[in-house]
C-alpha cells in the first residue's frame, strides 16, 4: 500500500517534471531508476496525451466568444444599482423577493415591461427578456432575425429619449444597438457556414429544436432565408432613416454618436444581407 | 494567486476588464478539457461560452476561500458536461469517427493532431468518469494535483491514486486501439 502511494507520488512528481517544467523523460527516469522501466511507459504516454491536446480554440470562435461575453458584461447591471430587497443575502431573500413581485405583478410585469423605456423602472426586465429570447433561439438565422427587432427596439428607444428631451442620455442605449448589430453581422450566415450559436445560457441550457440536436449544421430551409433578407432589407432603410431624422432634433455633441450610429447599422445590415445571398 | 483573488474582487464590484482578463486567462484551457469531455468541435465551442456565461453570472456569489478560480471555473465546466452526456443518453449518439472528424482545425493542424485527438478521445470512453474527469483536468486543463483535488472534491493522494491509474487505463485503451 505504502509502495502503491510512494510510486502514485513519484509519477506526479516526474509529471510536473516533464510537463511543466520541460525536463526530459530521462532525466526523471535517471532520479528513480528502479521505477524507471514503469516509469517510462506512463510517462509517455502521459506526453502523448499532451501533445494530442494541444489545440487551439479557431480564431473566429474566439473572437465572437469574447464579444458575445462584452456584450453580456455590457448588458449587466452592477450590483450597487439592485434595490436594496435583492441585493440583500441570504439567497432565500432574494428568491421570496421575487416570488412575492412576481405574486403581486404577475404574467403583467413582462408584458409592461415589453413596451417600458430607458428611463423607466420596468426597462431592466425588458433587457433581461431579450437575453432570455437569444438564448431560447438557437439557429443563427433566428438570431439574426432577433437582433435585427431587437436593434430596432434599441432605435425606436433612442427616438424617444430625444422626443421626450434626453438626448444627452442615449449613450447607454447607443452602445447596446451596436453590440446588437455587431453579433448581427457576426453571424455565420452562409448557406454552408451556418451553425447552432449558442449565447447566453441559463442556469440549465434551453434543449435546441430537433432539427439540431444532431449536433450538426443546420440547412435552413430557403423560404426561411428569404424572409429573413426582407426583413434585413427593411429595417437597413428603416432604422438608419429614424436615426437621421432624430440627428435635427440633438444638440451638437450628441451628433457624433447618432451619426456613427448611422453608419455602424447602413453597414452591418449591408454585412448581413450580402451573407444571405 | 494574490494577483487572480484581486481580479475576482475587481470583478465582483463590476469591474469588466477584470472579468475579461480572468475569461482570457482560462479560455484555451477550458475549451481544451470541453473538447476532450465531449469530442465535438461546435459542442466543445457552445460549452466553453456556457462555462463563461454561468461564471459570469455567479461570480458575485463566489466567496474567496483561497481555492484558485481555475478550480471554480472547471468545477462549472464539470457540471456543464454531466448535464450535457445525461441528455446525449437520450438522443441518438454521435458517431464518434463523424464528430471529431468535423474538428474545423486549419489543415495543417488537422495533418498534424487529427489522428491523435481521434485516439484520445476513444480511447478516454473506456475510462471510468472520474478517470476522465483527470485526464481532462490534469492534461487538457492544465492544472495541478492540488487544483484538480479543489475542482473534485477529493485528496490529494486520492487524485495522484486516480492520475496513474487512469494512465494506466489509456495506455491500455490506446494499445487496443492500434491492434
Known amino acids: 500500500m505504502n509502495k502503491r502511494r510512494e510510486f502514485d507520488d513519484i509519477l506526479d512528481e516526474c509529471l510536473e517534471r516533464l510537463l511543466v517544467k520541460g525536463e526530459t523523460m530521462e532525466q526523471c527516469l535517471e532520479s528513480y531508476p528502479e521505477q524507471a522501466a514503469e516509469l517510462r511507459l506512463l510517462l509517455s504516454t502521459a506526453a502523448d496525451t499532451k501533445e494530442a491536446l494541444a489545440i487551439e480554440p479557431r480564431p473566429e470562435f474566439k473572437a465572437r466568444a469574447r464579444y458575445q461575453l462584452l456584450s453580456a458584461l455590457n448588458e449587466l447591471k452592477p450590483k450597487r444599482w439592485l434595490p436594496f430587497f435583492l441585493s440583500w443575502k441570504p439567497q432565500w431573500a432574494t428568491a421570496l423577493a421575487l416570488f412575492l413581485a412576481l405574486l403581486l405583478a404577475g404574467g403583467g410585469t413582462v408584458a409592461a415591461a415589453g413596451s417600458s423605456m430607458p428611463d423607466t423602472l420596468l426597462y431592466p426586465v425588458k433587457l433581461a427578456t431579450e437575453q432570455v429570447q437569444l438564448v431560447l433561439t438557437p439557429s443563427s438565422l433566428g438570431k439574426a432575425g432577433l437582433y435585427a427587432r431587437l436593434a430596432d427596439k434599441r432605435v425606436e428607444e433612442i427616438a424617444y429619449l430625444v422626443d421626450s428631451g434626453q438626448p444627452e442620455e442615449i ?63 427593411r429595417y437597413a432603410v428603416d432604422q438608419p432613416a429614424v436615426l437621421r431624422a432624430a440627428l435635427d432634433r440633438v444638440p451638437e455633441a450628441v451628433k457624433p454618436t447618432l451619426r456613427r450610429l448611422i453608419t455602424e447599422s447602413e453597414s452591418s445590415y449591408e454585412k448581413t444581407i450580402a451573407t444571405l445571398d | 494567486m494574490q494577483d487572480e483573488q484581486r481580479l475576482v474582487q475587481q470583478a465582483q464590484q463590476g469591474d469588466k476588464e477584470a472579468f475579461a482578463r480572468l475569461y482570457e486567462g482560462h479560455f484555451d484551457k477550458i475549451y481544451r478539457y470541453m473538447f476532450l469531455r465531449v469530442g465535438d468541435r461546435g459542442e466543445a465551442e457552445d460549452m466553453t461560452q456556457q462555462v463563461f456565461l454561468k461564471a459570469l453570472q455567479s461570480i458575485p456569489d463566489f466567496r474567496w476561500k483561497g481555492t484558485p478560480v481555475s478550480a471554480w471555473l472547471f468545477r462549472i465546466a464539470h457540471n456543464l458536461v454531466i448535464d450535457y452526456w445525461r441528455k446525449e443518453k437520450k438522443r441518438a449518439t454521435i458517431p464518434l469517427d463523424e464528430s471529431v472528424a468535423g474538428t474545423g482545425m486549419n489543415p495543417e493542424l488537422m495533418a498534424e493532431y487529427r489522428l491523435d485527438i481521434r485516439q484520445l478521445v476513444l480511447a478516454t470512453k473506456r475510462l471510468t468518469e472520474a478517470q476522465r474527469e483527470v485526464i481532462g483536468l490534469r492534461f487538457a486543463g492544465g492544472l495541478s494535483v492540488a487544483e484538480v483535488a479543489e475542482a473534485m472534491g477529493k485528496s490529494q493522494g486520492a487524485v495522484k491514486a486516480l492520475q496513474h491509474s487512469a494512465i494506466v487505463a489509456l495506455r491500455k485503451a490506446l494499445s487496443a486501439g492500434e491492434g
Open chain 1, 171 to 233: 449613450e447607454p442605449t447607443a452602445q447596446r444597438l451596436e453590440n446588437l448589430l455587431g453579433l448581427m453581422a457576426a453571424l455565420p450566415l452562409a448557406e454552408n457556414g451556418e451553425s447552432k450559436v449558442m449565447l447566453a445560457p441559463g442556469p440549465t441550457p434551453a434543449p435546441p429544436p430537433p432539427a439540431a440536436e444532431s449536433g450538426k449544421d443546420v440547412r435552413a430551409p430557403s423560404n426561411q432565408r428569404a424572409k429573413l433578407k426582407l426583413l434585413l432589407e
